[in-house]
């Protein structure tokens, strides 16, 4: 780990400045601060910038890394596009101390935009293989304070509960109440419930056990499957912004 300049620790080395891949990062940036996009947060859009989004795609889609649009990483999977990325991380509210669980890690890109933006990340997948080629990706680039694990994210990590924030990106019916008892009182949670045919991200608060709910954008993501619909594995995790 490295001090920054703004005296927070970085959990990995500043991208090379020789990186060829950055002027294609922050002209995502900039299109994400436009009023078009409107993402606001200065932390946000600085991990934005920072982390290496074409390190979690096949190399031969590395060039494609930086437009807004979802690409596919493997197994039926794709990668969310950054916008979907950008917002669920604002609205997510994340702060340097805090620790989040993300369900449906996918390549590990989120996971390890959270992790410039906290303390510590602990991310499942349901898909193995996809589990560990996060993990090694993650490795790779110098994300120590990830945490990943295969199985079924209905569930939680209940060992390393309470958390400060949750991170959902695939849609069950209604919000686990595994996910529900690990978050912390005053702790956020973003996710996107409902049916195949209506969803809407929700953005909850809970306070003194209780859940404040809000709507906050009507989306379309592929159901949670495992324990969410009694067995199976989750068969994808497109992300569709209902205009």
């Keep these: ?64 890394a930086y437009q807004d649009r979802p690409l596919p990483i493997g197994h039926g999977q794709p990668i969310s596009e950054p916008y979907v990325v ?10 340097p101390a805090d620790r989040v669980l993300e369900i449906g890690t996918g390549s590990g890109y989120q996971a390890a935009v959270l992790a410039e933006l906290t303390a510590e990340v602990y991310t499942i997948e349901i898909i193995k293989d996809l589990a560990n080629q996060a993990a090694a990706s993650l490795k790779r680039l110098g994300y120590t304070n990830v945490h990943t694990r295969a199985g079924d994210g209905y569930k939680g990590w209940p060992e390393a509960a309470p958390f400060d924030a949750i991170i959902v990106t695939c849609a069950p019916g ?69 205009h």
Excluded at 29 to 36: C, I
Excluded at 193 to 215: C, I, N, P, T, Y
Aim: proline share 8%; net charge positive; no cysteine.
């Design 1 to 64: 780990m490295i001090l920054t300049a703004t005296g927070l620790v970085s959990p990995r080395p500043a991208v090379a400045a020789d990186d060829p891949f950055a002027p294609a990062r922050q002209r995502m940036v900039a299109e994400l601060a436009s009023l078009g996009r409107g993402i606001t947060n200065a932390r946000v859009l600085a991990a934005m910038g920072k982390v290496p989004r074409h390190e979690f795609v096949p190399e031969h889609l590395s060039s494609q």
């Design 86 to 95: 950008a917002f669920m991380t604002e609205q997510l509210e994340p702060k």
């Design 174 to 242: 209604k919000v686990p109440q595994p996910l529900i008892d690990q978050l912390k009182d005053g702790g956020r949670m973003i996710i996107p419930v409902g049916s195949s045919s209506k969803q809407k991200l929700v953005l909850l608060r809970k306070h003194d056990g209780k859940l404040d709910r809000q709507a906050v954008l009507p989306i379309h993501f592929v159901p949670m499957t495992g324990q969410a619909q009694g067995s199976g594995v989750k068969t994808g995790k497109h992300i569709i912004i209902i």
